[in-house]
């Protein structure tokens, strides 16, 4: 009998290894066998360029320092990390759901706090939006169109900015797209459970920053219902599970806290009567819609630091550099796209991914163009994915477009008829964008080589695109006609991307990034904040120009910055309550805390956000963000301190809001007043009758 010798080990492992898997990882660096064969390495230069522009020197980047200490307390308590509070005793809860918490706080819990540990998952959001934009682009119009589309979402200027922070925008986005291509699954195939994963997905996003992740939801609505492959019974039936799973996804952390007797939970931050329901209709609701001018939800009137509500917003000298660059090319590709697919049939998925990015562009841009409430420029990053999928179509599209409205000069007069007046879109929508992009770029002439040079690459490229695209339309040389197209594209990216760079160089202000210089009104333009953290440096001088709790004699430890403008639409110290005490403070407090639970109660969040990050102890904010809050009241108070769970308050020489008079007028005729630290006071068990 003969005895067979076992293959060689490495022959084993290549016969154990399926084909398909060897074909899928193959995949992953060289893209289908249909793709391409630039395409897919094009797809990783891009996700590499996004990642460093989102990555470049983040330990240097503080983040925002409200949402900071609320990671920071999470990875002291599961309580204060499942209700998103403030503080590790849990006294009150940020505005805001806490999904963005839980997903930096996790990473927190493993990597150890700090601010680029905070932000590596906003970075690795921001990427992940890219490459699922990218796979939902080239799905219905091609790897180019998908190219193109990527490349502008990653050089989209306020994305950066916001990427590099810690603001909870990148999930956002990043929900709101996993919804979307969960949506485009159901309407090519016609089956329930994409649907329902859509609406999990909202949900989430819901969890993340309310009411904003609903913008999209009527576009949503419309492309199911007009363009799923499904009769009609069938597609109203499963619109309405989709919504359930959507209320389901949305409500459940809401029902559970509103839920639980106020007693065991925190007090809900912005809201005005300690629910979160108030929370979704009120300040995160209708008052960043109406403002001043809403009965519901006048928690959120406020500034707006994106300059006047109209139509004309998102183009003012604020807005026009974070978002406005592509806006002209994606509304004329709008408008061609759907022109061109016009006698498609009802379930034609290109014309349903029109109709979805299309409405996800209007949607987002009538909300904050005409917005009164509070609006900071960052939210528009909700907005770009939109617009950067219009843009990647539309290079496609309004191409196509033109080389057949080209081919038209030597056909019939019947034939030249129908196609002739496509071969004018495409340079005009060139020559609009360029012309606004030099626009953009003359307002921040002077503010460095970087914009001049962009300025001139925008310009010469774009005259080259038009003039290239007129003579490859005359003289029908195709080659001509394709370099015009990528000298468009350059003129079309040469500005966002000089805006990106700079943002990414630079370190962003984490209560309003921005990127780019400033180009008008006090909030506009990218700005710098103090490091913060445990360890970290936190004296705020307030409006009569000395911090709260700041030695009567010396000097104060600390910088100066001024935040509490954000959401109040003033001056630090605005409310009683935007004053940062000092470092010897909270020195002091820490060597004298006695066991008290909370170190100190101050009038806001911003005051305690930076207690907390430098002292690493819990800190009341009684009045939440801009001290209108009733989270504490004097009942409250006098059961905090007869229990020993706290012994020291600031009071300031403003009060505390009118709300809270009571509680000043109480601990300065009941407590100790600290010497040494103006506006500080000690109450012990015995002061409370």
Do not use: C
């Not at 007069?413 to 770029?441: F, K």
């Amino acid at each position: 009998m003969t005895t067979l010798a076992p293959p060689p080990v490495h022959e084993a492992r290549h016969r154990a290894e399926p084909p398909a898997a060897r074909g899928r990882v193959r995949g992953l660096f060289t893209g289908a066998p249909e793709d391409p064969r630039w395409a897919r390495p094009a797809l990783w230069a891009i996700l590499v360029l996004a990642t460093a522009l989102y990555a470049w020197n983040l330990s240097s980047v503080t983040g925002n320092t409200f949402y900071n200490a609320a990671v920071y307390s999470g990875t002291k308590s599961w309580k204060a990390f499942f209700f998103g509070a403030l503080d590790s005793g849990s006294f009150i809860t940020v505005d805001k759901p806490p999904f963005a918490l839980w997903v930096m706080g996790l990473s927190a819990r493993v990597l150890g706090y700090g601010t680029w540990q905070l932000a590596l998952p906003m970075v690795a959001l921001g990427t992940g939006s890219v490459a699922l934009l990218y796979r939902m682009v080239k799905r219905d119009f091609g790897a180019v169109a998908a190219t193109i589309a990527a490349l502008a979402l990653t050089l989209t200027p306020i994305t950066v900015a916001i990427n590099r922070d810690t603001n909870p925008d990148p999930v956002l986005v990043f929900l709101m797209l996993l919804g979307a291509a969960a949506l485009m699954r159901a309407v090519r195939t016609g089956r329930l459970m994409p649907l329902v994963w859509s609406g999990v997905a909202i949900g989430f996003a819901f969890n993340t920053k309310m009411m904003q992740a609903y913008v999209v939801l009527p576009a949503f609505f419309l492309v199911y219902l007009w363009a799923a492959n499904a009769p009609l019974g069938r597609r109203v039936r499963n619109l309405a599970v989709g919504t359930v799973a959507l209320v389901a996804g949305s409500a459940w952390w809401m029902v559970v806290v509103d839920l639980l007797p106020a007693s065991s939970r925190p007090y809900i931050g912005g809201s005005t009567d300690n629910t979160v329901w108030d929370l979704v209709i009120g300040y995160n609701g209708f008052g960043r819609i109406f403002g001043a001018s809403s009965s519901v939800g006048s928690q959120g009137n406020g500034a707006s630091f994106g300059g006047e509500a109209g139509m004309y917003r998102l183009f003012n000298s604020i807005m026009g550099g974070q978002i406005s660059w592509l806006i002209p090319f994606a509304l004329i590709a709008l408008v061609g796209g759907l022109v061109l697919r016009g006698r498609a049939p009802r379930t034609d998925a290109r014309r349903a991914a029109l109709l979805l990015w299309g409405g996800w562009f209007v949607l987002h841009y009538l909300t904050f163009a005409l917005a009164e409430g509070t609006f900071h420029p960052y939210y528009v990053t909700a907005m770009a994915p939109g617009v950067a999928a219009l843009a990647g179509i539309g290079a496609v599209v309004l191409y196509r477009a033109f080389v057949e409205g080209s081919a038209a000069v030597g056909v019939p007069p019947r034939e030249r008829i129908r196609t002739w007046g496509r071969g004018w879109v495409l340079p005009a929508a060139v020559a609009v964008s360029t012309v606004w992009a030099v626009v953009l770029l003359q307002r921040v002439s002077g503010s460095g080589t970087l914009y001049t040079v962009a300025e001139v690459v925008a310009g010469v490229a774009g005259a080259v695109a038009v003039i290239g695209l007129l003579l490859g339309r005359f003289t029908g040389r195709q080659r001509l006609t394709g370099l015009a197209a990528l000298a468009a594209v350059v003129a079309l990216l040469a500005g966002p991307a000089a805006y990106s760079v700079s943002a990414a160089a630079s370190r962003t202000n984490g209560t309003n990034p921005t990127a780019g210089p400033s180009t008008g009104g006090a909030m506009g333009g990218g700005g710098q904040r103090p490091s913060g953290g445990p360890g970290g440096s936190t004296g705020q001088s307030g409006s009569d120009g000395q911090s709260a709790g700041q030695p009567t004699s010396g000097t104060e430890s600390g910088d100066t910055e001024s935040d509490s403008a954000s959401r109040t639409g003033g001056s630090a110290g605005g409310m009683g309550g935007g004053t940062q005490v000092s470092s010897a403070m909270i020195t002091y407090l820490k060597k004298n805390q006695d066991g008290a639970t909370w170190l100190v109660a101050v009038a806001t969040d911003q005051t305690a956000s930076s207690i907390i990050l430098e002292s690493g102890e819990p800190v009341i904010s009684m009045g939440g963000w801009s001290g209108s809050d009733d989270a504490m009241t004097l009942a409250k108070l006098k059961s905090l301190v007869k229990a020993g769970k706290l012994h020291y308050i600031v009071i300031s020489d403003s009060g505390q809001g009118s709300s809270n008079t009571e509680i000043s007028t109480w601990v300065k005729k009941n407590g100790t007043a600290v010497s040494d630290y103006s506006g500080l006071y000690r109450l012990d068990a015995s002061d409370v009758s």
